[in-house]
């Protein structure tokens, strides 16, 4: 991966790993938010296949903690379609974002469609997100 991306897979974290969700604890760590930011935006410019979709997940969690709703749903939703194998991830941080706006319908089915990918470790925590709307409306 380009040196761009080096928060993105800060932690030496192999690819697929299901490490998304550990990195984003990373990204609030970083002294320079703002740094931060522009290094996830470059790497998303390069294009790289799998940089741009890692830092799009890592940008749509920085924002997402920024109260910045709109910008996160758009790096969510990039790296959502992006094909990458860390995708699902992304999904869930877009259910995650939209249970916290309250449209739990439209969470439940990004937490399904999670579920139904395949994606080992991503699957699992959407399924608990998914247990856990079904115990908050009984």
Do not use: N
């Amino acid at each position: 991966a380009p040196a761009a991306a080096a928060p993105a897979t800060a932690g030496g974290d192999a690819p697929g790993d299901g490490a998304a969700p550990a990195r984003a604890g990373e990204l609030l760590a970083w002294p320079d938010v703002e740094a931060a930011r522009r290094t996830y935006e470059q790497a998303i410019a390069s294009g790289d296949p799998d940089a741009a979709p890692r830092a799009s997940i890592d940008l749509g969690v920085l924002l997402a903690v920024q109260g910045d709703v709109d910008g996160a749903r758009v790096a969510f939703a990039r790296a959502a379609s992006s094909g990458h194998r860390e995708a699902p991830w992304a999904v869930i941080g877009l259910g995650l974002l939209l249970e916290a706006l309250g449209d739990r319908a439209y969470a439940r089915d990004a937490y399904r469609f999670v579920v139904e990918s395949g994606h080992a470790q991503a699957a699992q925590v959407a399924d608990r997100h998914l247990k856990a709307l079904a115990e908050e409306e009984a």
